[in-house]
T-cell receptor, first 116, second 114 residues
Framework: AQKVTQAQTEISVVEKEDVTLDCVYETRDTTYYLFWYKQPPSGELVFLIRRNSFDEQNEISGRYSWNFQKSTSSFNFTITASQVVDSAVYFCALSEAGGGADGLTFGKGTHLIIQP | EAEVAQSPRYKITEKSQAVAFWCDPISGHATLYWYRQILGQGPELLVQFQDESVVDDSQLPKDRFSAERLKGVDSTLKIQPAELGDSAMYLC????????????FGSGTRLTVV
């Protein structure tokens, strides 16, 4: 069965610090997708990134970067020069590609608090 | 930007009553998902539709929950009877196909059972 672990329940940093959110996953499939979502206090889930299991290139989007390492089954998310607006709950999720069912398995989330 | 519409935004119901939630996916999206998010947890998949057919409902408590997508467009999730433990956010998501870049989630329905 697939599983996503986000060991950090809550992280609090001061604005402009860099912060890394950890994500470790388990799956028996060789083809799968990994996601990160942001959930601000308003409750909606905002899509940040999707990676497939064959693409281990790290990705950078502005202040956001992602480090995917299959060897350690990790897909970590780093925010550089954090801002107060980054405060939210962040979820890592996994979708296995086999068959027709491709719903997401989410981790429990990391509550990120950016203090001014 | 296209959105997944959900209603109502908030719902308070008494236990043992029936309650229903509605979702209208992005136009043209064949795949529709219902998730339940208990406070402090990540969302959990309840049911997945491909057009009007159920693809996965293995986590749907079928003794009290039902879901339908009769014409392969909008969808309704029903709980009857509601229990206190059903208090949660119910999220709907849609995608064009399994190779879509990302699922789009609606704003959710916050259910409180009293």
């Amino acid at each position: 069965a697939q599983k996503v672990t986000q060991a950090q329940t809550e992280i609090s940093v001061v604005e402009k610090e860099d912060v890394t959110l950890d994500c470790v996953y388990e799956t028996r499939d060789t083809t799968y997708y990994l996601f990160w979502y942001k959930q601000p206090p308003s409750g909606e889930l905002v899509f940040l990134i999707r990676r497939n299991s064959f693409d281990e290139q790290n990705e950078i989007s502005g202040r956001y970067s992602w480090n995917f390492q299959k060897s350690t089954s990790s897909f970590n998310f780093t925010i550089t020069a954090s801002q107060v607006v980054d405060s939210a709950v962040y979820f890592c999720a996994l979708s296995e590609a086999g068959g027709g069912a491709d719903g997401l398995t989410f981790g429990k989330g990391t509550h990120l608090i950016i203090q001014p | 930007e296209a959105e997944v519409a959900q209603s109502p935004r908030y719902k308070i119901t008494e236990k043992s009553q029936a309650v229903a939630f509605w979702c209208d996916p992005i136009s043209g999206h064949a795949t529709l998902y219902w998730y339940r998010q208990i406070l402090g947890q990540g969302p959990e998949l309840l049911v997945q539709f491909q057009d009007e057919s159920v693809v996965d409902d293995s986590q749907l408590p079928k003794d009290r929950f039902s879901a339908e997508r009769l014409k392969g467009v909008d969808s309704t999730l029903k709980i009857q009877p509601a229990e206190l433990g059903d208090s949660a956010m119910y999220l709907c998501a849609s995608s064009a196909n399994r190779d879509s870049y990302g699922y789009t989630f609606g704003s959710g329905t916050r259910l409180t059972v009293v």
